[in-house]
């Protein structure tokens, strides 16, 4: 039997550099830039965003995703003219998306 790929739904999220996602029981969890979302995966709809993780005005994004109990870890790479390359990982809450952590 031939399959075929449809778009269930989309979603145009305000940030580039999307990062594999992670997901859990209807959940997707995603980096993109210094921002990081949680959606819905039936609806697409944005159960919440975080902003700010990394530089606001320097090139970032996420190489790991992980997810542990009610928290996300986002690690992955920070540039900014004043810094240079960091390596980062930001730690969130999975319910709301709160940044607890950016070490």
Known sequence: ????????????????????????QDIL????????Y???LKTGKTLWQ????YFTYGFNYFDSISLDNNKIYL????????TGDVIKTATLNKTD??????K
């Open 1 to 24: 039997e031939k399959q075929t790929l449809n778009v269930i739904w989309k979603n145009n999220l305000p940030s580039f550099n999307l990062t594999v996602g992670q997901s859990e």
């Open 75 to 82: 690690t992955g790479k920070s540039f900014s003219k004043t």
């Open 97 to 102: 998306g709160i940044i607890l952590t950016v």
């Open 38 to 40: 949680a959606l819905n």
């Open 29 to 36: 969890y995603l980096g993109a830039g210094e921002n990081a």
């Open 50 to 53: 975080a902003h700010g993780l």
